[in-house]
């Protein structure tokens, strides 16, 4: 691999913020692999083989089913939108005449109310034009038995 041999030398006594000693340097391309410059407990920093990082393996994501509730609602939810989007076109066509036939209703129900008070408004004028006063009849019917014939009179007063 590397036919030259560098003695890595460092002294004991050599603090670690200080350049680097004069002597055989080795250019960061000629450090073979697994060889990086460590800093050791004492403060002296020199080149040293490390332990190779074993890469932790991720797990593998399992797949899940889909839900039956989720697939019957993707399926439903065009066929519910198209619905709507029907009905909004039916409204739309449909309007002109819904319009014209809440404002007959709502004449209708104008009749009625006129009716219901104007009716009887009329029925007393009517009695009080002719001057009579109000009728009494009364009325005897008699029967004798189940299956009899039966006779009335009728009074006025």
């Known amino acids: 691999m590397h036919d030259t041999a560098y003695e890595i ?9 200080l350049p680097a ?3 055989p340097v080795m250019l960061p391309s000629e450090i073979p692999p697994g060889v990086q410059m460590v800093t050791l407990p004492g403060g002296i920093r020199t ?18 089913p ?3 509730w989720a697939k019957t609602t993707a399926l439903l ?4 939108g198209g619905g709507i989007a029907a009905a909004g076109i039916g409204l739309s066509y449909a309007a002109p005449g819904l ?4 404002q007959a209703l709502w004449s ?3 009749l009625i109310a006129a009716a219901a008070i104007g009716v009887p408004v009329l029925l007393r004028l009517g009695r009080a034009a ?19 014939k039966a006779n009335g009179t009728i009074n006025h007063h």
């Open 108 to 110: 209708a129900v104008a």
């Open 47 to 64: 080149l040293a083989y490390t332990q190779p990082t074993v890469p932790v393996a991720l797990p593998v994501p399992v797949t899940q």
């Open 66 to 68: 889909i839900p039956a």
């Open 77 to 80: 939810t065009p066929t519910i």
């Open 9 to 17: 030398t460092t002294p004991a006594d050599y603090p670690a913020y």
């Open 21 to 23: 000693p004069e002597g």
């Open 130 to 148: 002719t001057g009579t006063g109000n009728t009494h009849i009364t009325q005897n019917i008699t029967a004798s038995g189940m299956f009899g």
């Open 99 to 102: 319009i014209a036939m809440s």
